[in-house]
């Protein structure tokens, strides 16, 4: 056997998709730990994860609104004091002179007061429900953006994957053409062929090293995806298989779990609550509101005759709004649109889960019937490149049917190679399209990161300003 048959035979095609050869490092990566890498480095769920723990901090604002405020004032001050007094005298026509009583002092004093709210329209309840919704919001979110690194991470692996065996095809097909060339040229020496077909096989060698430069160029480009997704460089990766049996085997069946569980689906819901209470807060501003008041104050040398005082006093304060010039009403019907419009988004997120769902399911289909109809295509045109290499032994067959034959193969493992990509990525995305993309359902080897903690951490503070990792 030539060593141009040797380099197309059936098993190289498994090696060129479930190796990447080339690669310097020596280690052996799977999916799983490239998925695992990109949950714990990945820059835009670490900063979805940071905004999620922000977003806790809504709650206890709103909940200071049941706590009571405390001030403290101080004051320190001089005066001078020249005053003069006119006496009049009880005598008829007599004189006495006036008084002068001049000094100096230090005006200086301290106190505190503290105000309590005892009812404000509920609005402090219902900032603080809102706050919660605004919390839960956030992380439906976050739960989208791990299904988007995952989903992301999951094709940067598949298309290095893919591009690192068709530059390996490419690779041979490129040395299998030099082959033919020279034994196009040994035979136009014995005269068996002429010089066109030198010509066709070198024309045929250039397109081939054209398809090479291209290959190495895509693997390149997906191997900088490769660490810019998951945060290392790649090493030996090794095959992949679907993920199918984390999802039912029906459309419908997964249709109808996308639509009640997806995490978009769970954020508009999220947003319509929130949209909800601003209603309700923007008409607690029509309500009246109760406090409670109190204050000490005590003071030195307000005067010359007062040395000290001391005062303390305690008491509720009712307000009743009765016109503030109309803003509060708009403020109502503004916040009631608001509402309407968080409706319609959460209507429009079930139906973009339904399309996206329909969509990947069929290019999930697509990708299955694909892999069948590339494989038997590849058998056959390996079988087809050995007939017409016979022939053309025999004179039956001329050089530039040997090469097309050649190319049909190319073509073939190269289409193969892409359906096997197809197939796992499309079965990633039909995960991702019914919200199951998770650490979890995966069996990642990788703790799963709790927004809770945070949040319980932070809900009941009353003091400090550290953020629970110490910053």
Not at 120 to 133: K, P, V
Not at 135 to 147: F, W
Not at 341 to 352: E, S
Request: proline share 4%; aromatic share 6%; glycine share 6%.
């Amino acid at each position: 056997m030539s060593r141009g048959r040797r380099q197309f035979a059936p098993a190289t095609i498994l090696v060129a998709a479930l190796a990447c050869a080339g690669i310097p490092r020596a280690s052996a990566d799977t999916l799983e730990s490239a998925l695992a890498l990109a949950y714990l480095n990945n820059p835009q769920l670490n900063a979805q994860r940071a905004l999620v723990r922000a977003t806790d901090e809504g709650v206890p604002q709103a909940l200071s609104g049941y706590r009571p405020r405390v001030s403290a004032t101080a004051n320190l001050s001089a005066q001078t004091n020249n005053v003069v007094t006119r006496n009049t005298p009880i005598i008829p026509l007599a004189s006495l002179p006036d008084t002068t009583q001049s000094g100096g002092t230090a005006p200086r004093g301290f106190g505190a007061t503290l105000t309590q709210n005892l009812f404000n329209g509920f609005q402090t309840a219902n900032r603080t429900r809102q706050a919660e919704s605004q919390v839960r919001a956030a992380r439906e979110t976050l739960r989208t953006t791990e299904q988007t690194v995952l989903l992301n991470a999951a094709v940067a692996y598949m298309n290095l994957l893919r591009d690192t065996a068709i530059f390996d095809l490419q690779r041979s097909n490129v040395e299998v053409l030099q082959e033919q060339l020279r034994q196009t040229k040994q035979r136009l020496e014995s005269g068996n062929v002429t010089a066109t077909d030198v010509y066709q096989s070198e024309s045929r060698l250039s397109v081939g090293r054209t398809q090479l430069y291209v290959a190495e160029a895509n693997y390149r480009t997906a191997r900088a995806t490769y660490r810019q997704v998951i945060g290392v460089e790649p090493g030996r990766l090794q095959p992949a298989t679907s993920v199918d049996r984390f999802f039912p085997g029906s459309l419908a069946a997964v249709t109808s779990i996308g639509t009640a569980d997806h995490p978009t689906v769970a954020t508009a819901q999220n947003n319509v609550d929130v949209a909800l209470f601003q209603v309700k807060i923007a008409e607690g501003a029509l309500y009246p509101t109760l406090s409670l008041l109190g204050s000490v104050q005590k003071n030195y040398d307000l005067a010359l005759t007062t040395p000290e005082s001391f005062t303390a006093s305690v008491g509720t304060q009712l307000a009743v709004p009765i016109y503030q010039g109309g803003a509060e009403f708009s403020q109502i019907r503004q916040a009631k649109e608001t509402l309407g419009q968080r409706r319609h988004d959460l209507d429009l997120a079930r139906d973009q889960i339904r399309l996206t769902i329909a969509q990947a399911w069929a290019q999930l289909d697509a990708a299955k019937g694909a892999i069948i109809s590339t494989q038997a295509q590849v058998k056959s045109s390996e079988a087809a490149l050995n007939g017409v290499r016979e022939e053309a032994r025999l004179g039956q067959r001329t050089t530039l049917d040997v090469l097309n034959a050649q190319q049909e193969l190319v073509n073939s493992r190269v289409a193969l190679v892409s359906a096997q990509r197809d197939r796992v990525v499309n079965s990633y995305t039909v995960l991702a399209a019914i919200g199951r993309l998770a650490p979890g359902v995966l069996g990642l080897h990788v703790a799963s990161y709790d927004s809770q903690t945070h949040y319980h951490q932070v809900r009941d503070a009353w003091f400090g300003v550290r953020t629970p990792d110490g910053r």
